[in-house]
């Protein structure tokens, strides 16, 4: 960690790439869970960005659609290191997750169990749920600073929570409540200070709140370019599965169906997933309702977004039906896990490379982040039916007429103390939960 004194020394685009694969490792815990890894690690302990650049990013990623998570480690690689920082960030944040994935789905299908994964990821749902009440408490504590952002907060959960709104509009009402208190009451709207703040000064960042780079000013040409580039990359490998296997291939009609899922998921892969359930079970027939469910429990517990699970559907949807031959199910289903994966987060990519530039240049306007003031607060109130939603699956795995799970609440209490009450790193406190949930399992 660096001096809290001190600016942070400058950071490789080497050191950064190791970053972001070991943040790619362990980021378990759905969007909320990452993005509080990314902030323990980039705000408070390394101080890559400072508070105010993290929670602008976070305002804008969370308005796109696509898996906010990965496009805010695309944004910030993006600031630290130009194009192919965002590039490498990003496709770090997916690809261990691709990977295992293929694997697990492999396992699966073959052996139909996975006692060992069961084991190590007994331990780990307890830890994030207290990580996702860690991100509520750190974010609340920093942007609800009066009763107004309060007020937004209480009525996102309420919305999303008892009225099960659906995210894109309580987005679009926070933002909107922004605007109109931005409007009349500015000094209630505009983000303070940042992380480790004492009288409104803070500890310096690398890339601080009034640091100016070069290469996020806007220009017309760059825009053009980055969207010419995306119409390319998504045009060549559709035309060539079109070519090799016709527009009704699998193939073909996977990339087609997840280029549509990856412009609808506002809100998070759960706003999604009814989309991917409906499209891939009753209209294609890639994969069983229970096929569907066991998937979901895979992309829950393993790192990357939870919409890695459409690499699952790909991969189980190719290897019933081989491409190249009965011999060929595991290249045939690893082949459209990878496609899938392609044109699912390509549209990410594109926003942000392409927005980056428009976004930084609003800092410091309050009109514009009055309205993205607005969101953080809402987001707060997200993140604690997150943390709720978690809970009540991890505690009562059967649901409410089952059994209470007296050892998950143990380990979400123990999670919660070391990461609240000692202060200990997500990562170690995910480490130990995996840990005593494999010796539990093991011993039952």
């Known amino acids: 960690m660096p001096d809290s004194s001190e600016r942070p020394a400058p950071v490789s685009l080497r050191q950064a790439l190791w970053f972001w694969l070991r943040l790619g490792l362990i980021s378990f815990g759905g969007p909320a869970g990452q993005i509080a890894l990314m902030h323990e ?36 690689g993006w600031l630290m290191h130009r194009t ?34 069961a084991g190590i990821f007994y331990g780990i749902k307890p830890a994030v749920t207290a990580i996702v009440v860690q991100a509520a408490w750190r974010i609340g504590g920093r942007v609800l600073r009066n009763a107004r952002l309060w007020a937004i907060a209480a009525a996102a959960f309420v919305a999303i929570f008892a009225l099960q709104l659906p995210f894109p509009l309580i987005v679009l009402g926070a933002a909107l409540l922004g605007y109109i208190g931005g409007r009349l009451a500015p000094q209630h709207f505009a983000l303070g200070a940042g992380h480790g703040e004492k009288g409104g000064a803070h500890a310096p960042a690398l890339i601080d709140d009034d640091t100016r780079l070069a290469h996020t000013h806007f220009r017309s040409g760059r825009l053009v370019l980055i969207l010419l580039i995306g119409a390319l990359l998504w045009l060549l490998p559709m035309g060539l599965l079109t070519l090799a296997f016709g527009w009704q291939g699998t193939l073909t009609q996977m990339g087609w169906f997840f280029t549509k899922a990856a412009l609808l998921t506002f809100g998070g892969a759960y706003a999604v997933l009814p989309y991917v359930y409906q499209g891939a079970i009753d209209h294609y027939g890639w994969l069983t309702p229970r096929q569907m469910i066991d998937g979901l429990a895979l992309g829950e517990t393993t790192p990357g977004p939870l919409i890695m699970v459409v690499a699952f559907v790909a991969f189980v949807g190719a290897y019933d039906q081989p491409l190249f031959g009965g011999d060929s199910a595991f290249v045939s289903g690893a082949l459209a896990a990878a496609l899938v994966t392609w044109f699912t987060f390509l549209p990410s990519f594109l926003f942000i490379l392409a927005g980056g530039p428009l976004v930084e240049s609003t800092h410091g306007q309050l009109q514009f982040t009055a309205p993205l003031t607005g969101i953080t607060a809402a987001v707060v109130g997200v993140i604690v039916n997150l943390a709720l939603f978690f809970a009540y699956h991890v505690l009562w795995p059967q649901g409410f007429a089952g059994e209470f799970d007296g050892v998950s609440a143990l380990i979400t209490l123990g999670a919660g103390v070391a990461l609240l009450g000692f202060k200990r790193g997500v990562i170690e406190t995910l480490l130990a939960c995996a840990l005593v949930g494999l010796v539990v399992r093991l011993l039952g």
């Open 84 to 117: 192919w920082g965002g590039v490498i960030a990003g496709a770090l944040f997916v690809l261990p997750s691709l990977l295992i994935l293929i694997a697990l789905s492999w396992v699966y299908l073959v052996f139909g169990d996975v006692p060992l994964v």
């Open 41 to 76: 690690e980039l705000v408070v302990r390394r101080r890559w960005l400072s508070e105010r650049r993290f929670l602008h990013a976070l305002n804008y990623c969370m308005l796109l659609p696509g898996p906010e998570a990965q496009q805010l480690a695309t944004y910030i």
